[in-house]
């Protein structure tokens, strides 16, 4: 390996890992959005985060499916 190519290489790495570092930043972010909501959206203090998550996710998702309705069944297509 040249030194040049080792310096191309290296530049590489810095930018691949402050993308890293971005990316790792915005998903801690988007986790505690996930918990701070989900804590809100359910009642039970005894839920760890994981299963608080879960249950008001499974509740949105009910709640969003069931005001959009049923979904055509295959072959028919939406109706518009």
């Not at 040049?4 to 691949?16: G, S, T, Y």
């Not at 402050?18 to 986790?31: N, Q, V």
């Not at 909501?37 to 509740?59: I, K, Q």
Request: proline content about 2%; hydrophobic content about 45%.
């Amino acid at each position: 390996m040249t030194d040049r190519e080792r310096l191309v290489d290296q530049i590489a790495l810095l930018e691949a890992l402050a993308h890293y570092t971005g990316a790792s930043a915005e998903r801690r972010l988007a986790e505690a959005v996930l918990v701070r909501l989900a804590r809100r959206l359910t009642d039970d203090g005894t839920l760890t985060d994981v299963e608080a998550v879960t249950v008001a996710g499974r509740e949105a998702l009910a709640a969003v499916t069931a005001l959009k309705g049923p979904e055509p069944s295959a072959g028919e297509g939406r109706k518009t």
